[in-house]
């Protein structure tokens, strides 16, 4: 069993959805949690991490953590067409390296 | 400031060839990590140094990779000889030194071994 599951897609929305994407883990040792956002041909570009359960907002994206459920989302508000890309979570313990999801496709139709 | 580096950015070799990838890391970090991407599959690490010196390498698939970062700048992950297997995108990222810092990748290396 992988140590972190995403919610795998694609997902197809029409501008000014709200999105939410979806991760489940299974190690207990993780305390750092990630949101990249990859274009096609590029590498992973951080968006938001938070370290404890809650929510963290930055503009249209709020990343929430409820480590007793071992679940984190991460939400987009009034999705434009260049949200468009592959949204990676990720988690690390102490040690800095981090563990995928396998990513979800997002599609935003203008 | 300029961003991580990596070269080649395609790399197309038979089986049983040697490549080697770079990446130049972001001035002054002190990690650089290794991950990999194989088709249908997620990112996964490959290793981890500080400065010069290897600070996890539980990711490295077998003895056929050797990775170096020579003095502590860049870094160069050599493969030989090349399988099927290793076909995938490899990406870099490098991030300063502290308990959690944020991590920035370089845009990969696609490697196809025919």
């Known amino acids: 069993q992988k140590e972190v599951e995403q919610d795998p897609g694609p997902l197809s929305v029409p501008e000014g959805a709200i999105v939410s994407l979806n991760c489940t883990y299974s190690?207990?040792?993780?305390?750092?949690f990630m949101w990249y956002r990859q274009y096609s041909r590029k590498g992973p570009e951080l968006l938001m991490y938070?370290?404890?359960?809650g929510n963290k907002e930055d503009g249209r994206f709020t990343a929430q953590v409820d480590k007793s459920s071992k679940y984190i989302s991460l939400f987009i508000r009034d999705s434009q067409p260049s949200d468009s890309a592959t949204y990676l979570c990720?988690?690390?313990?102490?040690?800095?390296?981090?563990?995928f999801g396998d990513g979800t496709t997002l599609t935003v139709k203008p | 400031e300029a961003g991580v580096t990596q070269f080649p950015s395609h790399s197309v070799i038979e089986k049983g060839q040697t490549v080697t990838l770079r990446c130049d890391p972001i001035?002054?970090?002190?990690?650089l990590y290794w991950y990999r991407r194989v088709m249908g599959k997620e990112i996964k690490f490959l290793l981890h140094?500080?400065?010069?010196?290897?600070?996890?390498e539980s990711g490295m698939p077998n003895n056929r990779f050797l990775a170096e970062r020579t003095g502590g700048t860049y870094s160069t992950l050599k493969v030989q000889p090349a399988e099927l297997e290793d076909s995938g995108v490899y990406f870099c990222?490098?991030?300063?030194?502290?308990?959690?810092?944020?991590?920035?990748f370089g845009q990969g290396t696609r490697l196809t071994v025919v």
């Open positions: 990222a490098s991030s300063p030194a502290g308990l959690y810092t944020e991590a920035f």
């Open positions: 190690n207990s040792a993780f305390q750092y």
């Open positions: 938070t370290y404890s359960s």
């Open positions: 990720a988690m690390n313990t102490n040690a800095g390296k981090s563990t």
């Open positions: 001035s002054g970090h002190d990690n």
């Open positions: 140094f500080v400065k010069e010196s290897k600070q996890d």
